[in-house]
């Protein structure tokens, strides 16, 4: 698995569950999720997101390694 596919699991899986949260637990869990796609929005223009550091730094290959 590649850093990028691994990045995508990991905000679609924290979106759903902070959505899930949000409407059985607190309504306040919707403020992550919104976490989230702030992250998303700003690495869509920087090309840098912390989970993506994270993920190289336990050994995930970036896209042009795994070839």
Known sequence: MTVERAL?????AFILLSLALGTWVHPNWYWFTAFV???LLQSAFT???????ILRKLGVK???DAK
Do not use: V
Request: aromatic fraction near 6%; include cysteine.
């Open 8 to 12: 995508r699991l990991i905000a679609g």
């Open 47 to 53: 090309n840098w997101c912390p989970m993506m550091t």
């Open 37 to 39: 796609g702030a992250n």
């Open 62 to 64: 970036d896209a042009a």
